[in-house]
C-alpha cells in the first residue's frame, strides 16, 4: 500500500483517464467539493481502505463511471443527504453497476438511488442504516 495523504487537483481534468484506483492509502479527502471533474470518461473509480469522510459530488456527476468503490472509509453521509452540505445534489451516473459502501459509518443513504435504474450490485454491509430509499 502506498501513503499517500493528498491527490493533486490535475488528476481530476484528465478526460481520458478511465480507471482510477487510489485504495489503501492516507487520503483524508479525495478532493474539495469546489474542484470542477473533467476525466468524463471514468469508468472504475476505488479509493477503498481510506480515512475519506466526504465524498465531493463531482463523482455521481460522472456521466461514464460504472463501478465506484469506497468500502472501508468514515464516511458518514453522502452527496445528496437531506443532511449533508450539498442536499440538493442530483446524482447523473446513469451507468453506475456497482456501488459498494460498506465498512463507513452510513446512517442513511440519499433517495438519489432510485434513478440508479442501471444498478445491479450495492453493497453496505456493516454500516450503521436503519432503512434503503423506497
Not at 495523504?5 to 478511465?18: D, T, V
Request: aromatic residues 8%.
Amino acid at each position: 500500500s502506498n501513503r499517500l495523504s493528498s491527490l493533486p487537483e490535475e488528476i481530476f481534468h484528465m478526460p481520458c483517464l478511465r480507471t482510477l484506483d487510489i485504495s489503501q492509502n492516507l487520503l483524508s479527502e479525495i478532493t474539495h467539493e469546489d474542484v470542477e471533474w473533467k476525466c468524463n470518461s471514468l469508468v472504475d473509480f476505488n479509493a477503498a481502505k481510506n480515512q475519506i469522510a466526504y465524498v465531493p459530488s463531482g463523482l455521481f456527476g460522472l456521466p461514464e463511471i460504472s463501478s465506484i468503490n469506497l468500502s472501508y472509509n468514515l464516511l458518514q453521509r453522502l452527496p445528496g443527504d437531506p443532511e449533508d452540505a450539498s442536499p440538493n445534489v442530483i446524482w447523473c451516473c446513469e451507468l453506475l453497476k456497482r456501488l459498494d459502501l460498506s465498512h463507513n459509518r452510513l446512517r442513511a443513504l440519499p433517495d438519489m438511488f432510485k434513478k440508479l435504474k442501471r444498478l445491479n450490485t450495492l453493497i453496505v454491509s456493516y454500516n450503521y442504516l436503519n432503512e434503503l430509499p423506497s
